[in-house]
């Protein structure tokens, strides 16, 4: 009996995002081990967070793939990019991973749709709004790093922010759960 519920394209895509989420796991990991190295320890905390967030990420397609009745297909993961040459230049990279990641996941929302295949429809729901945050967080990020300066920032601003991304928390308020009273 085939137990598949999911096409053959839809099953590779999603295939695809496991990996690319693995992918921007290891992204994190050696971000934040750039950060540790270069003595911003706040920084590379967060970093670490995020990357096992996103090995989460991964399970959680993982697990969908199999609960579809389908083969999982794990794949080798590309080697990160280079190091950050600064604060500034990691949460670039940093926001531009993350917007590489919502387009994919729009890609497979998109599909989804077309093929009619509402459990994957909603399953991706939840990553839709994950992005969203993710984005946020990192625009949040490349915001701080303005204000303390940016490429100039001085060691004083570094530390603060360094500390305060120690104790940073892992998700960003999103504009849909705003209020007047609550802004």
């Not at 995002?17 to 320890?41: N, V």
């Not at 706040?42 to 989460?56: D, K, M, Q, W």
């Not at 590489?100 to 497979?108: A, V």
């Amino acid at each position: 009996m085939n137990t598949n519920r999911l096409s053959e394209t839809l099953r590779a895509a999603l295939n695809d995002q496991m990996t690319k989420e693995a992918h921007a796991s290891q992204i994190y990991i050696s971000y934040a081990a750039w950060a540790a190295s270069e003595g911003y320890d706040g920084i590379a905390n967060f970093l670490f967070r995020h990357a096992e967030e996103e090995r989460n990420h991964m399970m959680k397609f993982l697990e969908y793939i199999i609960e579809r009745g389908t083969k999982v297909k794990v794949d080798a993961i590309p080697a990160p990019p280079p190091n950050p040459t600064s604060v500034q230049n990691c949460f670039e990279k940093v926001f531009e991973q993350e917007i590489g990641n919502t387009e994919s996941i729009y890609k497979i929302v998109k599909q989804s749709f077309q093929e009619e295949d509402w459990a994957t429809w909603h399953f991706l729901q939840w990553f839709v709004k994950e992005q969203t945050e993710e984005e946020t967080l990192a625009l949040n990020l490349l915001d701080k790093i303005k204000v303390a300066g940016g490429e100039k920032a001085s060691g004083n601003a570094l530390y603060a922010l360094d500390r305060d991304l120690a104790k940073e928390p892992d998700d960003a308020k999103l504009a849909e759960e705003k209020t007047a009273a609550n802004p």
